[in-house]
C-alpha cells in the first residue's frame, strides 16, 4: 500500500508551443531585433505569412551563421528548433547554450536516425522545425542540392512547408532583404505514398519555391 502522507504528484501541465517563452530565446531574439533594425538591417516581406499554424516546417536557405537570428526575430508565435550541424559545439558551454535555443543536433555524415526521431517528435508535439535543405552555407548556387532528409521529414510528419528565402549574407548598414513565401500544403504529394519518385517531387516543388522567391527579389530592384 502507499504510504499516505505522500503528496500525490500532479501530473505536469505542458506549455503549449505558441505560448512557449523561455529566457535564453527571448534574449536572443531581442539581440536579433537590435541587429536587424540597426547595424544590419533586414527587411522581411510577407511577414503575415509566419502566422501559419504549427506544426510547420521553416525552410530556408543558408547564407551565415546568422541566418537563425534572422529567421527566429520575425516568428513571434514560436520559438523554433533549428537543426543544426554537430561540429557547432565546440565546447561545453556552447553545447549548453545551443541546449537552451532548442537547437537538434545532426551527424551530417551518417544516417543520424536519433536527429530524425527527435525532429519527428517535434512536430508531432506541435513545434516549428527550422531546416536548412542544401546542408551547408558553401554552395554554388541557390537550391543546388536540397537534402532529402527534410523532404522525408515533412512527408512522414504531414506538415506545411514555409520557405523563406535569404537575399545575401548580413552587409553592415546595407538592407538584406527576406521573403516569406506562401505555405506549401503537400496532402497531394502524402496521399501517394512513401517512396523515392514522392521525396524527389517534393524535393524539385522546394527548389521551384525557392526559385519564385527568388525572382520576386530580383524583380524588386
Request: overall charge positive; aromatic content about 10%; glycine content about 4%.
Amino acid at each position: 500500500m502507499s504510504n499516505p502522507t505522500e503528496a500525490k504528484k500532479e501530473p505536469e501541465k505542458k506549455v503549449p508551443p505558441e505560448k512557449e517563452r523561455t529566457w535564453l530565446y527571448t534574449l536572443v531574439r531581442f539581440v536579433a531585433w537590435c541587429g536587424v533594425h540597426t547595424f544590419f538591417p533586414v527587411k522581411y516581406h510577407h511577414k503575415e505569412r509566419y502566422a501559419l499554424q504549427g506544426p510547420y516546417i521553416s525552410m530556408s536557405n543558408h547564407q551565415s551563421a546568422c541566418d537563425p537570428l534572422i529567421l527566429a526575430y520575425p516568428c513571434k508565435k514560436y520559438e523554433i528548433r533549428f537543426v543544426g550541424k554537430k561540429e557547432l559545439n565546440v565546447n561545453p558551454f556552447i553545447t549548453k547554450l545551443l541546449a537552451g535555443l532548442h537547437m537538434i543536433t545532426v551527424d551530417r555524415h551518417n544516417s543520424d536516425m536519433a536527429a530524425m526521431r527527435l525532429c519527428a517528435k517535434t512536430l508531432r508535439d506541435g513545434y516549428v522545425l527550422g531546416i536548412f535543405p542544401e546542408g551547408t552555407r558553401h554552395h554554388k548556387d541557390l537550391m543546388e542540392e536540397v537534402e532529402t532528409g527534410a523532404a522525408v521529414l515533412a512527408l512522414r510528419a504531414k506538415v506545411p512547408i514555409l520557405p523563406v528565402y535569404i537575399e545575401s549574407k548580413p552587409r553592415f548598414l546595407r538592407f538584406n532583404h527576406v521573403y516569406i513565401g506562401e505555405p506549401m500544403d503537400i496532402s497531394d504529394l502524402c496521399a501517394q505514398g512513401f517512396n523515392t519518385e514522392v521525396v524527389e517531387a517534393l524535393c524539385e516543388r522546394i527548389r521551384n519555391a525557392f526559385y519564385d522567391l527568388r525572382k520576386e527579389c530580383q524583380e524588386r530592384k
